[in-house]
């Protein structure tokens, strides 16, 4: 009796055939494998199993849903920036209403400017953050939090409240 195993492109078992009659044939695909190794499979199971270059062996885990983890990260990250634009939104008005100036690194400038800019970096933030070297959801919301909080500290206090939504 000969045993047949068809596989995946990185050699994961997803089947066994046996040649025994009243048993489907294999697809052309199968790879024969040896007695000593279907009996194994036979006898443990093959979850979970590579046959790679005749070696058996324990498939390699699936990799991290990173794809999964970045977009729930930046659908936070949307939601507590959706926050601060609101807060935004009602100081941008009131400075444009009131023409309020703001001193910045020695200089006057329009509190609606400085506003909007913050506001620009704000929308930038998700484009711009580097999740690349992430291996966690939870690394993920960090640098994203770093992030914010960058713009946080370049912010002038006049404006620090509306990010009070970043507070724990």
């Not at 997803?14 to 044939?25: K, N, Q, V």
């Not at 659908?75 to 008005?93: N, P, Q, S, W, Y």
């Not at 444009?96 to 909007?116: C, D």
């Not at 998700?126 to 993920?140: H, Y």
Request: aromatic share 6%.
């Amino acid at each position: 009796m000969k045993t047949y195993a068809v596989l995946n492109p990185q050699g994961l078992i997803l089947e066994l055939f046996s040649d025994e009659p009243g048993y489907p044939l294999p697809p052309e695909s199968a790879v024969e494998l040896p007695p000593e190794i279907a009996e194994q499979l036979r006898r443990d199971g093959f979850a979970g199993k590579q046959w790679v270059d005749g070696v058996l062996g324990d498939a390699p885990p699936p990799p991290p849903p990173l794809e999964s983890w970045r977009a729930t990260t930046l659908k936070k990250a949307g939601a507590m920036r959706m926050e601060i634009f609101r807060v935004l939104d009602h100081l941008h008005l009131s400075a444009i209403t009131n023409a309020s100036q703001i001193v910045v690194n020695g200089e006057t400038l329009p509190l609606a400017t400085v506003i909007e800019t913050n506001k620009q970096a704000l929308r930038d933030l998700p484009a711009s953050v580097d999740l690349s070297l992430c291996t966690t959801q939870r690394e993920m919301e960090g640098v994203v939090l770093q992030a914010y909080q960058a713009i946080v500290l370049a912010a002038p206090a006049e404006i620090k409240s509306a990010f009070d939504s970043l507070k724990p």
